[in-house]
């Protein structure tokens, strides 16, 4: 399960101090910063009332990473794509997720 702040609202989320044993069980090459900010992002997405928030709360973030989109850069000009961070998750998907004979909800029957 992700960590949380265990604030009530965003304002006590943003506020909130993650504690390092907590950032450290994430992998990636990002900053702390960006691990906590990735933490607290999700919490405010677990508030009650959000989108997806009873899917978010079955959320674990494994990696935080600071890299370029390769994508949208010029590789033959020599100009590497712009800053991104990539956030890894795992969910468990659970019986209620799925149709008939275990065959996920986005496949037809």
């Known amino acids: 399960m992700l960590p949380s702040t265990g604030a009530l609202d965003v304002s006590s989320i943003l506020a909130a101090r ?10 990636g090459n990002a900053p702390v910063e960006l691990k906590e900010l990735s933490i607290k992002f999700y919490d405010i997405l677990s508030l009650k009332g959000a989108y997806s928030c009873e899917i ?9 990473c600071l890299g370029t989109h390769e994508e949208d850069g010029d590789r033959e ?31 037809p029957i």
């Open 56 to 64: 978010r709360k079955r959320l674990d973030i494994r990696e935080v």
């Open 18 to 27: 993650i504690p390092p044993t907590i950032t450290s069980k994430i992998a």
């Open 77 to 107: 000009h020599g100009h590497p794509g712009p800053k991104q961070v990539r956030v890894v998750c795992e969910v468990d998907v659970l019986p209620g997720a799925c149709k008939l004979r275990g065959i996920g909800c986005w496949l």
